[in-house]
């Protein structure tokens, strides 16, 4: 009967040729993140090394840096100069739309009573629907969580950002030795992210590991402030890396329960958007504090404001929500 047939798209095995099952989706947006991140990286450290060439110092890469965050939180494609770098990211970013074109389902949710759809003939919501996004900060718990997000990780951030002039004029690296840094950066994200949080998630609460990670945020700042060498900097990185995986991955769990199945899609937008929102605020600010401060000043001010955050959640704790909104 048509009143019994379900919703198009809802439930129903995907059309497009050679698509694969969920287990073979999940390990193909693996390997996708992995593509995007290396080639992501290999700008990362390529960039800054072509910039002194050209004659920037810190302060106009901050406003190179600045302009590509604009961009990059606005979406549009930004390409720079053709050189090898570029024209690699740009063959696997095509390979990697083939790939997702190919097999990737075109609907990889199953009909469920959590989700609601559209009422047939009714609005779409925009991509930048700031009523929607609006509606989600307000709701109980959200805004809070999402602020910490933002404050506690954005010191670090700063740092990040200016890593490679760092690395250029501080630690006195060549490119080589740059790349092996970010190599070790890379592993321990692996490895915390595979086999420390998951376990620690089993023994303690999201609230409790959430301020462990601002702590956390606020002793590796101090340590940032004292370091002089790279080796000291090796130190740091477990505890910096710690921090910024516990902090990303406790508040999206939090943020993501705290609303609807049917916003999880919003918000986990909503929470990718930090990143480019600092790299459209931070470079600039960060090339002044590197030029008039030094290095020590992004220890000092990751100090100082994880211990602040860190005494608003200990005068208001987080609450803990066990299972999703309906």
């Not at 504090?289 to 608003?312: D, K, M, P, R």
């Amino acid at each position: 009967m048509r009143g019994a047939r379900a919703p198009r798209g809802q439930g129903q095995p995907s059309s497009k040729m050679g698509a694969l099952h969920r287990p073979g989706v999940l390990l193909l947006t693996y390997v996708l993140a992995a593509l995007e991140f290396a080639c992501l990286f290999m700008q990362f450290s390529t960039v800054p090394y072509l910039a002194r060439r050209l004659g920037l110092d810190s302060i106009a890469f901050g406003y190179l840096q600045t302009i590509f965050g604009v961009l990059q939180l606005l979406g549009g494609p930004v390409f720079g100069r053709i050189q090898c770098p570029p024209l690699v990211g740009l063959t696997a970013n095509l390979l990697g739309a083939i790939l997702s074109f190919i097999f990737i389902p075109a609907n990889t949710k199953g009909a469920s009573a959590d989700t609601q759809a559209a009422p047939p003939g009714g609005p779409k919501a925009s991509v930048f629907d700031l009523k929607a996004i609006t509606r989600l900060l307000l709701l109980p718990g959200v805004l809070p969580i999402f602020l910490i997000k933002v404050i506690s990780g954005f010191p670090s951030g700063l740092f990040q950002i200016m890593f490679s002039i760092i690395a250029m004029d501080f630690f006195q690296l060549e490119a080589a030795q740059t790349g092996y840094l970010m190599s070790y950066f890379g592993v321990l994200q692996m490895v915390i992210q595979g086999l420390v949080i998951g376990r620690l998630s089993n023994h303690f609460s999201e609230g409790a590991l959430l301020q462990a990670s601002v702590l956390a945020f606020a002793v590796t700042g101090l340590a940032m402030a004292l370091m002089s060498n790279v080796f000291h900097f090796c130190l740091v990185v477990p505890g910096l890396v710690f921090s910024l995986c516990t902090l990303n991955v406790v508040t999206d769990s939090l943020l993501t329960k705290a609303v609807s199945a049917s916003d999880t899609g919003t918000m986990l937008g909503l929470c990718a958007s930090v990143q480019p929102l600092t790299r459209t605020m931070g470079p600039t600010l960060g090339s002044l504090l590197y030029h008039s401060f030094g290095v020590a000043v992004f220890g000092h001010v990751q100090a100082a404001v994880n211990l602040l955050v860190l005494l608003a959640l200990w005068r208001k704790p987080v609450p803990e929500k066990r299972d999703k909104l309906r």
